[in-house]
């Protein structure tokens, strides 16, 4: 079992900066992939981003290229998402994710384990 807790959400304005972090805790040693998603009322819960263990293959949502960088730094098994120039249709919950045997980054159902989400809300 992999334990997630998410932080570091919040309300900032349209143009502004949040960043998010994932600590993990748990079952670790299996090396998980990690990714955040997000869902705004009344629609699915979305891609955003994804890292590998190593960090050398990360993945994004064309919506969130250029903008939004992923990292992780494993000795503190914390996976970080850096949001800038934020825009309203950014405000969702932010949920990150982890996985051992992800096939496609960035498809929901490869990932086994969730945190319980951090709410971003971006006024305009």
């Known amino acids: 079992q992999v334990q997630l807790v998410e932080s570091g959400g919040g309300l900032v304005q349209a143009g502004g900066s949040l960043r998010l972090s994932c600590a993990a805790s748990g079952r670790t040693s299996s090396r998980p992939g990690m990714a955040w998603f997000r869902q705004a009322p009344g629609t699915e819960r979305e891609f955003v981003s994804a890292?590998?263990?190593?960090?050398?293959?990360?993945s994004y949502a064309d919506s969130v290229k250029g903008r939004f960088t992923i990292s992780r730094d494993n000795a503190k098994n914390t996976v970080y998402l850096q949001m800038n120039s934020l825009k309203p249709e950014d405000t969702a919950v932010y949920y990150c994710a982890a996985g051992s045997s992800i096939v496609n980054m960035n498809r929901r159902g490869d990932y086994d384990y969730w945190g319980q989400g951090t709410q971003v809300t971006v006024s305009s």
């Open positions: 890292i590998s263990w190593s960090g050398y293959r990360t």
